[in-house]
């Protein structure tokens, strides 16, 4: 008995067993900011030779969490019990659905306005918002007999966006996940923004790209 109590790890599984763990599905990083990028590439409608060249910010992503069994300097015994432990659900990482009708009809309505918006994110009379939306910045840059025209444009992009984060939520049968697929939604747009395009930073200060 002595042996086997000698095993490393051996007594945080007995722990875990008793403290009766919970394993939650995880945030999937990697594949919400592809699914992103697809859907803001096609939405913003920008040629590649207009499109940014590379992340704004430069940052590196997270690295995807490890499975406890696969750890270096696991032993065979632990990594055993822990498999056992965790659910396939919870092990794998989780692809992102964004294909529904729902969603689809939001990709078409973003597509269609898109260039009709265009001319005024180059003018900078709008330009992202930090929360993943678009935000009217200078409304002197619009002719006065189009500004109605543009609160309306914006306040019908806004819903879209509103709700198609919501609808990749529910999609993926996580409602809890509205937020984060907001920011990465809120990066991605001015990453994919061309040049002179303006966003807000974190503050909410503008910036040009």
């Known amino acids: 008995m002595k042996a086997l109590w000698s095993v490393p790890g051996l007594a945080l599984v007995f722990a875990l067993l008793a403290g009766c763990v ?47 069994g696969a750890a270096t300097g696991s032993t065979p015994v632990l990594a055993w019990v822990l498999e056992r432990l ?15 009708p729902a969603i689809n009809r939001i990709r078409t309505s973003m597509r269609e306005r898109a260039p009709q918006l265009a001319p005024h994110f180059r003018s900078g009379a709008i330009g992202f918002g930090n929360n993943g939306d678009v935000v009217i910045r200078d409304l ?53 923004a061309p040049a002179g395009y303006w966003y807000q930073d974190r503050n909410g200060q503008w910036r040009q790209k």
Not at 27 to 44: G, K, M, Q, S
Not at 50 to 64: M, N, V
Not at 86 to 100: G, H, M, R
């Open 22 to 68: 919970t394993i939650n599905i995880y945030f999937p990083t990697a594949a919400a900011e592809e699914a992103a990028r697809a859907i803001v590439r096609d939405a913003l409608q920008v040629p590649d030779s207009e499109a940014a060249p590379q992340s704004e910010s430069g940052a590196q992503l997270p690295a995807q969490p490890r499975h406890a």
């Open 140 to 192: 002197s840059e619009v002719p006065l007999r189009d500004r109605s025209t543009v609160q309306r444009l914006v306040s019908e992009e806004n819903s879209d966006r509103d709700s198609l984060y919501r609808e990749i939520a529910r999609a993926n049968d996580r409602p809890d996940w509205e937020r984060q697929i907001r920011e990465t939604f809120a990066r991605v747009w001015v990453e994919e």
């Open 86 to 100: 965790v659910s396939p659900a919870a092990a794998q990482s989780p692809d992102l659905q964004i294909e529904t």
